[in-house]
């Protein structure tokens, strides 16, 4: 919050936050952030206490942030797209005192509350959410004693993000506000970002950490946050965003900018003003990386890697290294130290396979009400990422796969993400994803989940087997052939293996 007090003396009426045309101003943003955190305050919220957050993206999400952060309290973004057992127990585990929602999260919420043995008082900004306090009113109300704003270090909770939760009950990540503030450098310095004349689009769900994360730098130089409202993805929607903006920098994952530089319209914007095009979530093929270059040439293709308990970003791979480097997502920042090491924590040969530990100022605190897991996670003094990776002599790093989704089939180790790269080759495949069924001879054998390109003539086990047998060994190679319309993904674009799993029999 010192940043958005300083940017309002600085930058008074410069854009803070633009959002579907409309403008909030930096001395706007601070204005209606010191009143929401009064009336948070006037309703019990203090340091330390839970704010849940179920909206789509919009302005309030920041405010909300930055207001409840400002008593000492602590977030907890919570995706909307989850059932409403999913957010019941979220809301269960992280303690919520309060729930700020709109027209996506207000029923959502509303179901909950039922299930709750301490319901939290629920803070609609949707206009039609009947018996719920209006978000509009909090920011309006004049507080007779306003309270003190209470000193908040940085080594205290900022937010409780919760993991997509891919094996079990979902985990909430503790990150401090040091934690932000790592994040904030890391990718200031990933995207040189250097002062309030950078524009920065979130296209990306807010209750994601890529998408805070994203926030936080803009924040730190006074550039303009744009937010895209949540709704399906168009290409030429983004487009007409990023030239009518002026947009500087955005973050899409490799479908998305497949989307857009597919566009008949894209070549004949004027988006001179775009410099940095992050992506991440996912591989990107060399195909798309040049379509990207050709498409934006005066642009530069910036990958992030990372994890939620990282803040998240731990590697960086810039453009001039993408095609050379394909299939890694780059070197370690500077703010992470980080080891490969094997069962044992002992470091392994460049080239070879291991976990990729952790240690920096972006590491969370804690996984939140769950010390039996953060000391798993921390075994040996490190946080272990769950990542195989195998780094060069250059020093890249290549993630092999989860380790949770490694499959061994007779004894022997298949990284699925080295697979599914050599399968994405095939030019009747658009995506591909592998996972482990049981066998009983085998222990697991290889099962491949496949999207072709429209157009494209139906595609077989045997001829796929045959068309991958030159460049992946037969035993890594898949049994049995899946064609879908499209990959189950979550709101962050990550493929959910675990439901292509409940569907898979056992041979």
């Known amino acids: ?15 803070a936050i633009r959002f579907t045309g409309s403008t909030t101003t930096w001395t706007e943003l ?23 957050l179920i909206t789509g993206n919009r302005p309030e999400f920041i405010e909300t942030v930055l207001a409840a952060n400002l008593l000492g309290a602590i977030v907890v973004p919570i995706n909307f797209r989850l059932t409403g057992p999913e957010t019941t127990y979220i809301l269960a585990d992280s303690g919520a005192e309060m729930v700020i929602s709109d027209e ?14 301490d319901a939290p008082q629920v803070i609609t900004i949707s206009n039609d959410a009947a018996g719920f306090e209006q978000y509009t009113l909090l920011v309006d109300e004049a507080q007779t004693a306003p309270v003190a704003l209470p000193d908040v270090p940085e080594d205290a909770a900022a937010l409780i993000m919760y993991t997509s939760g891919t094996t079990g009950k979902p985990k909430g990540a503790v990150l401090t506000h040091l ?20 524009v920065n689009l979130i296209a990306s769900p807010l209750f994601h950490i890529g998408a805070i994360g994203s926030v936080v730098p803009t924040l730190f130089v006074g550039g303009t946050l744009v937010i895209h409202p949540t709704r399906a993805f168009a290409a030429t929607e983004i487009l007409d965003v ?16 497949q989307a857009v ?5 894209a070549a004949a914007r004027n988006l001179t ?55 890694s997502v780059g070197r370690p920042i500077a703010a992470v130290t980080a080891r490969v090491v094997n069962p044992d924590m002992e470091d392994v040969a460049p080239g070879q396979v291991g976990e990729i530990v952790y240690r920096g100022p972006g590491l969370m605190l804690e996984y939140w009400n769950k010390p039996d897991a953060t000391a798993d996670a921390f075994e040996g003094g490190w946080f272990h990422s769950g990542d195989l990776v195998r780094v060069d002599d250059d020093g890249f790093v290549y993630v092999v796969d989860r380790a949770k989704d490694m499959i061994i089939s007779g004894g022997e180790n298949i990284y699925c993400s080295e697979v599914e790269n050599a399968l994405a080759a095939h030019p009747d495949i658009v995506e591909v994803t592998l996972i482990g069924r049981p066998h009983p001879v085998w222990g697991e054998t290889p099962v491949a989940y496949v999207v072709l390109r429209d157009g494209a003539a139906a595609l077989d086990i045997e001829s796929l087997r045959s068309w991958a047998s030159a460049s992946v060994a037969k ?33």
């Open 30 to 52: 601070r204005d209606r952030v010191h009143r929401l955190a009064q009336s948070f305050a006037a309703r019990g919220i203090t340091f330390g206490d839970r704010v849940a």
């Open 179 to 198: 934690n932000l503030q790592a994040q904030g450098v890391t990718v200031m310095r990933a995207f040189q970002y250097v002062d309030e004349a950078e």
């Open 261 to 265: 530089c597919a566009d008949p319209t």
């Open 104 to 117: 996506l999260g207000t029923p959502i919420v509303a179901a909950a509350l039922d299930e709750l043995d």
């Open 242 to 257: 990023l030239e009518s903006e002026g947009v500087t920098s955005v973050f899409l994952v490799p479908t998305q900018w």
């Open 273 to 327: 003003q775009l410099r940095i095009m992050g992506w991440g979530a996912a591989p990107a093929t060399d195909t798309l990386l040049r379509q990207m270059s050709q498409t934006f040439p005066n642009a530069l293709s910036v990958a992030l890697f990372g994890q939620t308990e990282m803040s998240p970003v731990t590697c960086v791979l810039h453009g001039k290294d993408a095609i050379r480097k394909l299939g």
């Open 475 to 507: 035993y890594k190679l898949p049994t049995e052939l899946h064609l879908l319309d499209a990959l189950p993904r979550n709101a962050s674009g990550k493929i959910l293996k675990n439901t292509l799993r409940d569907h898979v029999q056992p041979a």
């Open 1 to 15: 919050m010192n940043h958005v007090e300083r940017h309002a003396a600085v930058l008074g009426h410069r854009p």
